[in-house]
């Protein structure tokens, strides 16, 4: 399966970002989808995940209440929406998938199977 990334740009603190993850595979249906994200000089940190539905969401602290992972499975795209960013939230955003419907260890890189190229998200002070 392979990812596609977008929506990534230059955004003034407090702005606002939607990021989308497409797949041309409608095997990508059944798949739970993350996001995760690279600051310079950091590890990869997860951002958010969905089950295949987009019932089930899970959050990162530092983005709860901020950002909405959703998905329009009739699209094969997965939504990253972005509110009221802040500095700190300057990194690479990648989406990734995970072959199963429901990803248990989330936060973990390793249990995701297929990545996207990532795309830059700069948020200026």
């Known amino acids: 399966v392979q990812l596609q990334a977008s929506g990534g740009g230059l955004v003034q603190t407090g702005g606002f970002l939607k990021l989308s993850c497409a797949a041309a595979d409608d095997t990508f249906r059944s798949f739970s989808v993350g996001w995760f994200r690279r600051a310079p000089g950091k590890d990869r940190e997860f951002v958010a995940d969905?089950?295949?539905?987009?019932?089930?969401?899970y959050y990162a602290d530092p983005v709860k209440g901020r950002f909405t992972i959703s998905r329009d499975n009739a699209k094969n795209t997965v939504y990253l929406q972005m509110n009221s960013l802040k500095p700190e939230d300057t990194a690479v955003y990648y989406c990734t998938a995970d072959g199963r419907s429901n990803t248990i260890r989330y936060s973990d890189p390793l249990e995701y199977d297929y990545w996207g190229q990532g795309t830059q998200v700069t948020v200026s002070s």
């Open positions: 969905c089950n295949w539905s987009g019932a089930i969401t």
